[in-house]
């Protein structure tokens, strides 16, 4: 019984709020009225240094070529681009059509830099000039998307910012004060998918593990569970996803306390012993949950390997593109999160 997929995991549930209405497909989120106890116009581009960000020439290329003119009616300002993960957003949104905005926003040592995305060049703007740029283009644009892949210092404020601008965001970004974003896009009413995990097939068999540990309370009582998680060597901690599931398995009467889960944070134990791809050292997120039946009879196994950044890109756009319809529908719900984007059922 196993959960494979191709690309990198780092996800963390900040607050049990965020936890609940991001597994539980039954459970709609909403904000309560108690909140506080609960949780340029296209601005020239100077003559700078070109930074390039696409991998290949062949890649760029294919990145254009294949977009879907269904979707080019949808902008889309990639902030943190000048990173891994909102450069592999940026590619992806390409690909299905979307159409990129010749700005974006970035911390202060990535301002006046200008990308170039396969002929597509993109200026960062800092700090400094971030809330006239953004109305600016948001004039321009009307039908802008903006999603977020900054930093976790960054999180507060720059939804502060998109609620201050009226703008629909999607935020990939995990961090900050979870409770005070979520009262932020409420007070402000604009429209947003919120989730600390953007994979689409990790959150449906997150959601599917929830499922039976509330509908088959005690199934696995007296086994014994034993977690192998491998990540890059600089995430020290237990990543958000194991600790679900470990919660799933707990509620589902299998014997297990977190700080049982066995870290793999060796580069060579993971080739060698978890069987990383050399290339992936970097950013991979293999996971393995073996229960075994008291008696030593009976074993289960359920396991999801992800190298990359692709599936996170894709579930990305999907969250775009659900919540640009959300917007033209002009949909009562405000806030999402990827079980609504799941839930829609017409993903690419």
Not at 118 to 144: C, Q
Not at 274 to 293: D, I, M, Q, W
Not at 323 to 342: E, F, G, H, Q
Request: glycine share 8%; with cysteine; aromatic share 6%.
């Amino acid at each position: 019984m196993a959960f494979l997929a191709r690309a990198s995991l780092n996800s963390s549930y900040a607050t049990r709020r965020e936890y609940i209405n991001l597994l539980n497909p039954c459970i709609d989120l909403k904000i309560e009225s108690t909140f506080a106890n609960r949780l340029s116009c296209r601005t020239p581009i100077p003559k700078k240094s070109l930074v390039a960000m696409a991998s290949s020439s062949v890649q760029s290329a294919s990145v254009v070529s294949t977009a879907e003119p269904r979707n080019a009616g949808t902008s889309i300002m990639v902030n943190g681009c000048a990173g891994k993960m909102g450069r592999a957003v940026l590619e992806a949104a390409m690909a299905a059509g979307l159409n990129p905005v010749p700005v974006a926003l970035g911390g202060p040592e990535d301002a006046g830099k200008i990308l170039d995305f396969g002929g597509m060049k993109i200026e960062i703007h800092g700090p400094s000039d971030r809330e006239s740029v953004l109305a600016s283009t948001f004039r321009d644009h009307p039908d802008l998307i903006v999603v977020d892949y900054t930093v976790p210092a960054a999180v507060n404020d720059n939804a502060a910012l998109y609620s201050k601008v009226g703008v629909p965001f999607v935020m990939g970004t995990t961090g900050g004060d979870r409770e005070l974003l979520y009262k932020t896009v409420d007070d402000s009413n604009v429209y947003a998918v919120i989730s600390p995990q953007m994979g689409k097939q990790v959150v449906a068999f997150l959601a599917a593990m929830e499922i039976m540990s509330e509908q088959f309370p005690g199934a696995f009582s007296g086994y014994d569970l034993k977690v192998m998680e491998s990540h890059q060597a600089s995430k020290l901690d237990v990543s958000g996803t194991a600790k679900a599931v470990i919660s799933c398995f707990q509620k589902l009467g299998a014997k297990f306390d977190e700080e049982q889960v066995q870290l793999i944070r060796d580069p060579k134990l993971q080739v060698e012993m978890v069987g990383v791809p050399e290339e992936h050292l970097s950013g991979h997120a293999f996971h393995t949950y073996h229960l075994t039946s008291p008696d030593g009879t009976v074993n289960f196994e359920f396991q999801h390997n992800v190298c990359g950044r692709s599936i996170y890109a894709e579930g990305t756009v999907d969250a775009t593109l659900f919540l640009a319809k959300k917007v033209r529908s002009k949909a009562d719900k405000r806030i999402y999160d990827m079980i609504d984007v799941l839930r829609e059922g017409n993903m690419r």
